[in-house]
């Protein structure tokens, strides 16, 4: 792995999900959980206890048109891998596409949109390409990641109001460099209710605004390797903020960077959790 332990320097090398780099740079119940030892209260919590649990849609681009300017994404295949073994022993049906256009994307997520999730307790995506503030790219081109995420939102698919939908996103949002800085220590209510279209979605960033996202040739990005191993660990146990913060301190303490390209070695990534979900969320057990 590339982390502090070796730098990086024994295994694949650290690049980003940006463009290709200048010349000169380049169903909830009762468990107790292993963090507290106490049951954790499920009455503000999603409900679990549907058929599914749901689905998992995975987004992998590697390859890219010349007239991007983005570079192959070594080690993408690790995360999806990953990913696709870290959902499915939760109990998701993984789906996974290869090297999407951007109006495949559309018409990927489109799709998924109208299927019935009646059954189902909630919806997970997950992009791995490369990307910048606001955007991802498909094989041809960007795209806005609101632009995708809409066909979820309320008033657009119905079999998912009122559940979790977890977006979680392997790209970069910019082209600045984390130097790093030493430290010396570090229910259901009866009746109907009006909730916001954007209501009960969660992003997971790779990295904060702004940044590079690192990602390692051998052993796949920097967060996906640490998300899956915080799922596969407290996955049925912290609820998802608990487990999110607990990835943001692997990476943020685990890994920087080893590159060929002067100026990029020894840096530093936070991802970046945006919530607007209404509950807590608990995976089943």
Not at 218 to 238: H, P, Q, V
Not at 265 to 280: A, G, R
């Amino acid at each position: 792995m590339s982390d502090m332990k070796n730098g990086g320097r024994e295994d694949g090398g650290d690049h980003v999900d940006a463009k290709k780099m200048e010349s000169k740079t380049v169903t909830p119940q009762a468990v107790t959980t292993h963090a507290t030892g106490k049951t954790p209260d499920y009455s503000d919590a999603y409900r679990m206890d549907f058929p599914n649990i749901g689905k998992c849609l995975i987004i992998n681009n590697k390859n890219f048109a010349k007239q991007t300017g983005m570079a192959e994404r070594n080690g993408t295949d690790v995360d999806a891998a990953n990913i696709m073994k870290t959902f499915h022993d939760l109990g998701f049906k993984t789906v996974i596409q290869n090297d999407q256009s951007v109006s495949q994307m559309k018409q990927l997520l489109k799709s998924v949109s109208q299927e019935d999730h009646s059954k189902s307790a909630m919806f997970v995506c997950v992009m791995l390409s490369h990307g910048d503030e606001g955007v991802i790219y498909g094989t041809d081109g960007s795209v806005q990641l609101k632009d995708l995420a809409r066909f979820f939102r309320g008033d657009q698919c119905l079999s998912l109001v009122g559940k979790p939908k977890l977006f979680i996103i392997q790209a970069c949002r910019g082209n600045d460099l984390d130097p790093g800085i030493e430290t010396d220590s570090v229910s259901e209510s009866e009746g109907t209710q009006r909730i916001p279209v954007e209501a009960d979605f969660l992003y997971a960033y790779s990295t904060a605004p702004g940044y590079y996202a690192w990602r390692n040739t051998a052993n796949g990005s920097w967060f996906i390797s640490s998300l899956c191993e915080m799922l596969t660990k407290y996955g049925r146990d912290l609820e998802i903020m608990q487990l999110m913060t607990r990835v943001n301190r692997k990476v943020a303490l685990e890994f920087q960077s080893c590159s060929s390209i002067p100026g990029y070695s020894d840096k530093k990534q936070i991802p970046c959790i945006v919530s607007m979900l209404t509950k807590e969320l608990y995976f089943p057990k």
